[in-house]
């Protein structure tokens, strides 16, 4: 009897440990954002950086993108999550070149109050969105209407979401996984 157990009981087990693992769907994960569910693929859109260069879906491919779009009044809250886009960027070190960082505006009026505090983000890329052509899509793709920081992979398809309140030092330690796992961007 003992013998039948020993060859019956590890199928027991990964059986239970399967049925728990799909009731849950997020038993044994590690990441602190949240997952995009189904991951969308960007749709081609074309917008203008601050240097006047043309900005669309192709940009994205190759490089892991931190998008925040600003709401229309860009309080504290939304100073702190650009501040921590670039934290993150610099704190990433030599992986650093691998991920880019993208603000959005839906209004020119926008981007110019900010442009004083904007100065010391050099690097950061810079698109008025009027028609809400990215916008809408990343829109979508939120898990709520709270502003958050979105990632999107070097393939352009928007991955996760990071909201408005969380810690950098996760989000940094979910980008520090994808760039180590990832064998593109």
Same mark, same amino acid.
């Given at each position: 009897?003992?013998?039948?157990?020993?060859?019956? @009981?590890? +199928?027991?087990?990964?059986?239970? +440990? %399967?049925?728990?693992?799909? &009731?849950?769907?997020?038993?044994?994960?590690?990441? &602190?954002?949240? /997952?995009?569910?189904?991951?969308?693929? /960007?749709?081609?859109?074309?917008?203008?950086?601050?240097?006047?260069?043309?900005?669309?879906?192709?940009?994205? @491919?190759?490089?892991?993108?931190?998008? +925040?779009?600003?709401?229309? %009044?860009?309080?504290?809250?939304?100073?702190?999550?650009?501040?921590?886009?670039?934290?993150?960027?610099?704190? @990433?070190?030599?992986?650093?070149?691998? /991920?880019?960082? $993208? /603000?959005?505006?839906?209004?020119?009026?926008?981007?110019?109050?900010?442009?004083?505090? !904007? &100065?010391?983000?050099?690097?950061? $890329?810079?698109?008025?969105?009027?028609?809400?052509? !990215?916008?809408?899509?990343?829109?979508?793709?939120?898990?709520?209407?709270?502003?958050?920081?979105?990632?999107?992979?070097?393939?352009?398809?928007?991955?996760?979401? +990071?909201?408005?309140?969380?810690?950098?030092?996760?989000?940094?330690?979910?980008?520090?996984? !994808? $760039?180590?796992?990832?064998?593109?961007?």
């Amino acid at each position: 009897m003992s013998v039948v157990a020993l060859f019956i @009981l590890p +199928f027991v087990i990964a059986s239970w +440990f %399967y049925k728990q693992t799909v &009731k849950t769907e997020v038993w044994g994960t590690s990441n &602190k954002g949240l /997952l995009v569910r189904p991951v969308r693929a /960007l749709s081609d859109f074309t917008l203008f950086d601050q240097t006047g260069e043309q900005y669309n879906a192709k940009r994205f @491919l190759g490089h892991w993108t931190l998008v +925040f779009i600003s709401p229309e %009044y860009c309080d504290e809250p939304c100073k702190k999550n650009i501040y921590h886009m670039r934290q993150i960027w610099i704190s @990433l070190g030599k992986d650093a070149n691998r /991920l880019q960082r $993208l /603000l959005v505006f839906t209004t020119i009026e926008q981007k110019q109050q900010l442009m004083d505090f !904007l &100065k010391a983000y050099p690097q950061t $890329l810079l698109v008025v969105d009027e028609n809400e052509q !990215l916008v809408g899509q990343i829109e979508t793709a939120r898990s709520s209407d709270e502003p958050a920081i979105m990632l999107i992979d070097p393939l352009g398809y928007i991955m996760m979401s +990071f909201p408005q309140a969380m810690d950098p030092q996760d989000i940094l330690k979910d980008l520090r996984k !994808l $760039l180590k796992i990832s064998q593109i961007g």
